[in-house]
């Protein structure tokens, strides 16, 4: 069954329901401006990527699976390859909607969230310019004070939230690191 936020998706031509999740966080905290160098880690289908190139960001798609979209530099890679470093750039916002493959067995899933987090706030932490952005999503556990705790290391101010697009029965919640030491 489709949910509002699936089904307004499709409507406004976006290829996935978690495009609004980017929304309302980028309503919220105003992170991505016009002309402003993006990398989206963990791409596909391609949502954000789209709602960063309605905002006139140009683009970085990251992903195993191909984000075919116009206008988005895609770079087939996996996050975990210390090569990907090779084909980045300078960013000023990095998002990341990163999920492990999980497998059904709470702490290891919650550790899998925390490891993909940790590599995306590597990754942020070596591209991103002075005062840039940062967005990741991770499963909230009895991990997630470690990565708040990481992520206050390089960012002047934490936000936490979930947005009204995710579902009710997510752990899911995203981290927002706004301006980079």
Known sequence: MRDKFTVKAK??????????????I??????IKPEDK???LGAW?????QYCL????????VDL?????????????DVFDEDLFEKLDKYDVVISDLAPKTIGVRK???????????????????????????VCKIFNSELFGGFIEEVKDSFR??????????????????VVGIRKF
């Open 11 to 24: 409507a406004e031509g976006y290829k996935a329901r978690s495009v609004f999740k980017l929304k309302n």
């Open 26 to 31: 980028n309503n919220k905290f105003k992170l």
């Open 38 to 40: 993006v990398l989206d």
């Open 45 to 49: 289908p391609g949502s954000w990527s």
């Open 54 to 61: 309605d905002l006139k960001a140009e683009v970085d798609a």
């Open 65 to 77: 699976k191909e984000v075919k979209i116009e206008g988005v530099n895609f770079i087939e890679a």
């Open 108 to 134: 290891v899933d919650n550790e899998l969230s925390f490891d993909i987090s940790l590599r995306a706030l590597e990754i942020a932490k070596k591209v991103l310019n002075k005062n840039g952005n940062f």
């Open 157 to 174: 101010v934490i936000k936490i939230l979930k947005p009204e697009a995710s579902k009710k029965r997510s752990k899911e919640v995203y």
